[in-house]
C-alpha cells in the first residue's frame, strides 16, 4: 500500500504563457483580481505574475530568453496549465515517501526558495499524466 502524502491543499497552479504583461492584464480584466506578486527568477529563466485565491496562487510565467522550460513547453504544448503544486507541512519527508511509494522524481532532494524561505521538489510529469507537479512547503511571504 502507497504511503499518503499528507497535502494541505493547492499551493499554486502556473499557466505557461508567451506574454505574461498580457496575460496579467486579461486576468485583471477577466476576474478583477488585484496583482499579489511579480518576480523574475532568473535561474528558472521566468517572468511571474501571481494573483492569491484563496490560499492559492493563481501564476501567469513566461519564458525570460526563449531558451528555458516555459519556452519548450509553448512550443510543445501552446500556453496553459504547466505545474500544479501541493503546499505539504515538509517538503523532505513528503520527497522520502515520494519514493518509497516509487514516484518518478525529477528532483532527489528539496531545492530551496530564498526569496520565500521555501522547501520545493518536482515530480516528473510522466509520474502525474503530463503535469509536471511540485510539492513545497511553507506559507507565501507577500
Not at 505574461?20 to 478583477?32: L, R, W
Request: charged share 30%; proline share 4%.
Amino acid at each position: 500500500m502507497p504511503e499518503k502524502i499528507n497535502t494541505n491543499f493547492v499551493d499554486h497552479i502556473c499557466i505557461a504563457v508567451k506574454d505574461v504583461k498580457q496575460a496579467e492584464q486579461d486576468y485583471i480584466d477577466a476576474f478583477g483580481w488585484d496583482v499579489a506578486y511579480r518576480y523574475d527568477d532568473e535561474p528558472e529563466k521566468i517572468r511571474v505574475t501571481g494573483f492569491m485565491v484563496g490560499p492559492t496562487a493563481i501564476e501567469v510565467m513566461e519564458d525570460l530568453d526563449g531558451t528555458g522550460q516555459v519556452a519548450k513547453f509553448v512550443e510543445r504544448s501552446g500556453e496553459g496549465v504547466m505545474l500544479i503544486s501541493y503546499n505539504v507541512d515538509n517538503c523532505e519527508k513528503s520527497l522520502e515517501k515520494l519514493k518509497k511509494n516509487n514516484v518518478t522524481l525529477i528532483d532527489q532532494k528539496p531545492r530551496y526558495f530564498a526569496e520565500h524561505d521555501r522547501n520545493f521538489a518536482f515530480i516528473h510529469p510522466r509520474a502525474t499524466h503530463g503535469i509536471l507537479t511540485e510539492i513545497i512547503d511553507g506559507a507565501y511571504q507577500l
